[in-house]
């Protein structure tokens, strides 16, 4: 596991590689939320957080199997986000380890708690964002607050297929 270095950036094969994973990955854990067309990310998009040092990957046989976003919010908190395990490697722990290496990530950067944001519908249970909101609970996660995606992402509210809200979970992290 370990951050794509600035130079990745150009990786087109490296890039696209994550683009695929995240967007395949989103496209099933948030179906009926978004409109047909919508996607989770682009190559640019992608290329710039590995520019700005925040992608992290995990790797079989030389694959990218799994990623991660992760970046210093502020002196105390910092956040992942994005995280993509290839669904033919489901329940290998690979989405486990890249939250495990955040935690690690944010410990060493010297911030007291780590947030993430999970987008859920208003009106109606989804089952994969129920099994995330379980699982992040039981890896120490507490829900601290819940606002709307119109308001804190109002470019993102016109791709939405149904009302969504989205949720911010922190976690302490222990020196």
Known sequence: ?????????????????????????????EKGLWLEDAARTSAAEIAGMIRAGEIAVTEHEGRIVGSVR???????????GMLAAD???RGTGIGRDLVAFAERTCREWGVARIQL???????????????????????GYELTSTGTLDEAFPALAPLLATPCDFRIYHKTLSA
């Open 1 to 29: 596991m370990r951050f794509l270095p600035e130079s990745a950036s150009t990786d087109e094969t490296a890039v696209q590689r994550i683009v695929d994973l995240v967007n395949e990955v989103y496209a099933e854990s």
């Open 70 to 80: 992760i970046q210093r919010l502020d002196e105390t908190t910092g956040e992942f």
């Open 87 to 89: 669904p033919a490697r």
């Open 117 to 139: 944001e999970l987008l859920v519908p208003r009106t109606w249970n989804h089952p994969s964002k129920d099994f995330l909101a379980a699982w992040y609970t039981r890896l």
